[in-house]
């Protein structure tokens, strides 16, 4: 099983998807200062994730025969420090989705939006190295299927508060 695979008590992806508060472009660009920071985390952590469940795969897969105990006690540190990244990654998600938005790619630490787009519910969407929100997609629609903002975004990307 591939180590991104495994089941853990980590979400995969935010719960807020079905959340009923919208964002503007607007919101979601003056978010960008503190959201780039906890991204980071995100994906520094995230990294890290990755490597202890590899390790600790590889461990159970291939035990050292010579030692049961030292195993064991490998093993139970590796499910340790996963335990403790998975509580610290779980707090950053919970600080996205305070500010009304949520991780849709712990990976690559793509940040969606919700927002009304001629009237129907979209994600804006942002990844770091964007300078801004500048893509948004459709619900059922990951990033890579993202559309670009054109200049008309004021006219169709409609305040939250109408």
Known sequence: MNPVEMESPMRRTSSTQGQ????????????????????????EVWDGIIQKRTEL???????????????????????????LLIDRINGYIR??????CFVQEFKRGVINFPTLYVGRKVFLCWRPGD????????????????????????????????
């Open 20 to 43: 009923s508060r919208l964002v503007t472009v607007d919101d979601a660009n003056k978010m960008m200062p503190l959201l780039e920071r906890v991204v980071c985390d995100i994906i």
């Open 95 to 100: 600080e996205v989705e305070e500010l009304g």
């Open 131 to 162: 300078d801004e929100v500048c893509h948004w997609h459709e619900l059922d629609e990951s990033f890579t299927e993202r559309t670009p903002i054109r200049d008309f975004r004021d006219f169709f990307f409609q305040r939250s508060d109408q």
């Open 57 to 83: 795969e590889c461990l159970e897969k291939n035990p050292i025969r010579s030692d049961d105990e030292t195993c064991a006690a490998a093993a139970q540190d590796l499910k340790l420090e996963l335990n």
